[in-house]
């Protein structure tokens, strides 16, 4: 599955944005699909997760409550709606595939995915 990345950009503190993961080849919905974010100088940590079969979702602690993953199947598409943004936010992002029944200790592991988006900027201002 080829993903692509979409929707990032430059908002004030409290804005909201969506972050579109489109596949161009292949079926979204054969894959658990997560979103991570690097920002610089840190390591790649785990945002979101939305499991494959039964589309439950995981959220890191830092987002939960103002980050929503939705999957699309119609649209072969899976969005990460993100509000009252924080410049802490500030990131590259990126979506992930991979052919995995995550749990609780294991969907914000990278190398459970081996199926990788380009990455969108997302740049919060304060």
């Not at 979101?48 to 890191?60: K, L």
């Not at 602690?61 to 509000?83: E, I, Q």
Request: aromatic share 12%; charged share 15%.
């Amino acid at each position: 599955v080829q993903l692509q990345a979409s929707g990032g950009g430059l908002v004030q503190t409290g804005g909201s944005l969506r972050l579109s993961c489109a596949a161009s080849s292949g079926s979204l919905d054969d894959y658990t699909i997560s979103w991570f974010r690097q920002a610089p100088g840190k390591e790649r940590e785990g945002v979101s997760c939305i499991r494959r079969w039964d589309r439950y979702t995981y959220y890191a602690g830092s987002v939960k409550g103002r980050f929503t993953v939705s999957r699309d199947n119609a649209k072969n598409t899976v969005y990460l709606h993100m509000n009252r943004l924080e410049p802490e936010d500030t990131a590259v992002y990126y979506c992930a595939a991979g052919v995995v029944s995550p749990i609780q200790s294991s969907w914000a592991s990278p190398g459970a995915y081996g199926y990788w988006g380009q990455g969108t900027q997302v740049t919060v201002s304060s």
